[in-house]
């Protein structure tokens, strides 16, 4: 589930045990870009507030954030 998302961000829901290639998959099947190229599990460590690159979910612990970027 995309929760947040920006020209070149976004940020994704996911359950905790989706494979990374899963969650690029679906992200790009389901909420396609708008620019060149394709989302992907972004490099960076922290998401701009701080919070780790992934982090649990605050609503339910069996879920991810992921920060992905195109």
Known sequence: M????GL????????S?????????Q???KYPTGIAGQWKVSTDKTFR?????PH???ADHTRLH????C
């Not at 995309?2 to 998302?5: A, E, F, L, R």
């Not at 976004?10 to 359950?15: A, E, F, G, L, R």
């Not at 992921?66 to 970027?69: A, E, I, K, N, P």
């Open 56 to 58: 649990p979910c605050e």
């Open 27 to 29: 992200t790009n099947v």
């Open 49 to 53: 507030d701080g919070a780790a690159n």
């Open 2 to 5: 995309v929760y947040s998302s």
């Open 66 to 69: 992921y920060l992905l970027d």
């Open 8 to 15: 070149c961000c976004c940020s994704v829901c996911v359950p």
């Open 17 to 25: 045990e989706m494979p990374v290639e899963e969650i690029e998959r």
